[in-house]
T-cell receptor, first 111, second 115 residues
Framework: QKEVEQNSGPLSVPEGAIASLNCTYS??????FFWYRQYSGKSPELIMS????GDKEDGRFTAQLNKASQYVSLLIRDSQPSDSATYLC???????????FGTGTLLAVQP | DTEVTQTPKHLVMGMTNKKSLKCEQH?????MYWYKQKAKKPPELMFV???????INESVPSRFSPECPNSSLLNLHLHALQPEDSALYLC??????????????FGPGTRLTVL
């Protein structure tokens, strides 16, 4: 059974700082890794997908994948209060790309 | 465009009612998913349709009945629900990638309350 672990938080960072969100997983065969952002009462919104070791940058967001150490992280630069949300790490793969979600990390950006 | 639409946005039903949730995408995605999400929990997979065939049923009670009339539409029929079934019901879809499916995109969800 795949497992995905995240610190539930809350992770509190001041506005303008770098927020670092981490996720570890148990299944070495995992192929696809995703970060979703979810505001309270809303649906998950895809932030990043990453498939290969290394860094992937998109605007203020950088996803980092290290398959040898079985972790994936999300860095948010210049954090804004509007970034305050729950961030879900998810692993996928296989014919249907069934997602295994972590429990999510609540990020609070303080103005 | 990565839009998945869901109707209705909100639904209140009694335990003896029959209702349906609807999900639609016009992106050519070939997998569609139903999830249930309770407060402060991650989404929990219920069903997966791949190329319009049911490929995963996560031991969901029979009072939930999925239907995939075509590649763009996914329905979830509800009957004799219990108050503990109150939750946010999410639909997602994903495009094919190689021999499998790629990133899932979620719709806005239907907030269901069972009285």
């Amino acid at each position: 059974q795949k497992e995905v672990e995240q610190n539930s938080g809350p992770l509190s960072v001041p506005e303008g700082a770098i927020a670092s969100l981490n996720c570890t997983y148990s299944d070495r065969g995992s192929q696809s890794f995703f970060w979703y952002r979810q505001y309270s009462g809303k649906s998950p919104e895809l932030i990043m997908s990453i498939y290969s070791n290394g860094d992937k940058e998109d605007g203020r967001f950088t996803a980092q994948l290290n398959k040898a150490s079985q972790y994936v992280s999300l860095l948010i630069r210049d954090s804004q209060p509007s970034d305050s949300a729950t961030y879900l790490c998810a692993l996928g793969g296989g014919a249907t790309n069934k997602l295994i979600f972590g429990t999510g990390t609540l990020l609070a950006v303080q103005p | 465009d990565t839009e998945v639409t869901q109707t209705p946005k909100h639904l209140v039903m009694g335990m003896t009612n029959k209702k349906s949730l609807k999900c639609e995408q016009h992106m050519g995605h070939r997998a569609m998913y139903w999830y249930k999400q309770k407060a402060k929990k991650p989404p929990e997979l219920m069903f997966v349709y791949s190329y319009e065939k049911l490929s995963i049923n996560e031991s969901v009670p029979s009072r939930f009945s999925p239907e995939c009339p075509n590649s763009s539409l996914l329905n979830l029929h509800l009957h004799a629900l219990q108050p503990e079934d109150s939750a946010l019901y999410l639909c997602a879809s994903s495009p094919p990638r190689g021999g499998s499916m790629d990133t899932q995109y979620f719709g806005p969800g239907t907030r269901l309350t069972v009285l």
